[in-house]
């Protein structure tokens, strides 16, 4: 059976000369180190478009893979953006993250829908929280994501996805995994929906 799902890596840009021409639309990955970005996008894609690190906080650069889901007629660009909070000191975002990541979220037109990863088994930290206000704050569309759900009996995801629903204010947090591929179709509706609205 032919592939459903496959991702092309188009370039990695450490700096907004190197964006890609405008193309697709965009759906932007964030979330601090280790929150399993890289794994989801495996997971999304069904490779290996990402590389699930062993040195967190390492990647500085955003990573751009243009994407195709057959089934819902979609074709859309991936950005995979540095994770943020990985150095002890800084507490906030903009402290750990290049400068370049804030022109991308404000001014890049194409982008779409941003995901904002949060580990289902951590409580949410001021710099998730000041991420979301800030795409708040620029009319930008984002969904919370909470990752590595698998980790959790049923009670506790509950009480976790209310507790972090309450510390970020959102009313709605998807929770997915990597390794069970619990939620990834629905991620993949909602990227669908993002994708196709243009
Ligand atoms: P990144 O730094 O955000 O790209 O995170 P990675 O994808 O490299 O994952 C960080 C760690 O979390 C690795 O040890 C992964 O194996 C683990 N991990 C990622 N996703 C999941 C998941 O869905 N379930 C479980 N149990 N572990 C996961």
């Known amino acids: ?23 697709p639309p965009e759906i932007a990955f964030l979330g601090r180190s280790n929150v399993g970005k890289s794994s989801l996008l495996n997971a999304l894609v069904g490779g290996k478009a990402a590389k699930v690190s062993s040195t967190p906080g390492r990647t500085r650069v955003i990573n751009f893979f243009l994407v195709t889901e057959k089934s819902l007629k979609l074709r859309v660009v991936f950005s995979d953006l540095p994770g943020y909070g990985y150095a002890k000191v800084s507490k906030s975002i903009s402290a750990s993250w290049p400068s370049f990541i804030a022109p991308y979220l404000k001014e890049r037109e194409k982008l779409a829908l941003c995901i904002c990863l949060v580990d289902a088994n951590i409580p949410a930290r001021a710099n998730d929280r000041q991420l979301l206000d800030w795409l708040h704050a620029m009319d930008r569309k984002y ?37 069970t591929g619990y939620g990834i179709t629905e991620l993949w509706r909602r990227i669908g929906e993002a994708g196709n609205r243009e």
């Open 1 to 23: 059976m032919a592939a459903q799902r496959s991702a092309q890596f188009l370039l990695s840009a450490v700096s907004a000369e190197q964006f890609p021409a405008a193309g």
């Open 143 to 179: 969904i919370v994501v909470a990752t590595k759900i698998d980790r959790l009996s049923g009670n506790e995801r509950t009480r976790h996805l209310v507790a972090l629903k309450r510390s970020l204010g959102v009313d709605e947090i998807l929770p997915v995994s990597a390794k």
